[in-house]
């Protein structure tokens, strides 16, 4: 084949080369969407959050929303209702398998969590696009969590929350509901156990 003939090959392959750079960019940025990092807004929405410095939103007290109803089928294949806990300071983390800053965290959760239990402070999962329960249960198990986590794989009780207290696309993210049932914290990302300490404290403080 003479190099005339080649020529007008050049443009395709030029073509297809722009596409799949473009395919594989939406791909990449499909997958930096599904777990996020961190974040600082919650999609918009009149939620009386204030950021602090160290990534963390508060709600004063007599501002608060009331969290929805949590309620449903559990992990393991049990029943759980947020409600039950009223009375009680109780920490919301949202997880999945698939998620890294998820894994990081889930040791400084359960940590944290056995040290406020004799407090009164209890911790709730709510898991969340995971294909199967399994690998729900699995990752439970490998991170030694012991707190129940209610399965959520569609995101159907994330959308139950006010419009701007939790962004689908922002996991690992963290509540913390007063004795009230109201959202007094939040953050949208990962957490170190200084900083769910800190998050928790002034709740934890209020009478």
């Given amino acids: 084949m003479s190099a005339a003939s080649r020529a007008p090959m050049r443009p395709n392959r030029a073509r297809r080369r722009a596409v799949l750079t473009t395919a594989g960019g939406a791909v990449v940025a499909l997958l930096m969407s599904a777990c996020s990092s961190g974040g600082t807004s919650g999609g918009g929405g009149d939620t009386n959050f204030v950021m602090g410095k160290d990534g963390i939103s508060t709600v004063k007290k007599g501002e608060r929303d009331a969290a929805p109803d949590l309620s449903g089928k559990t992990v393991d294949g049990g029943r759980l209702d947020v409600r039950d806990y009223k009375g009680k300071v109780v920490v919301v983390n949202v997880w999945g398998s698939w998620c890294a800053p ?3 965290e ?8 056995q040290d406020l239990k004799a407090k009164g402070v209890r911790f709730v999962g709510i898991n969340t696009r995971d294909t199967s329960v ?5 990752f439970e198990k490998r991170q030694g969590v012991s707190y129940p986590s209610l399965y959520d794989p569609t995101g159907k009780l994330m959308l139950r929350f006010k419009k701007g207290t939790l962004n689908l696309q922002t996991i690992p993210s963290t509540l913390v509901l007063d004795r009230e049932g109201k959202i007094a914290a939040r953050s949208l990302a990962p957490l170190s156990e200084e900083k769910l300490r800190k ?3 002034p709740v934890l403080a209020e009478k």
């Fill in 134 to 138: 399994q690998n729900a249960v699995a």
């Fill in 106 to 113: 889930a040791p400084n959760f359960e940590k944290v969590y």
């Fill in 199 to 201: 998050m928790i404290a």
């Fill in 102 to 104: 998820c894994r990081a």
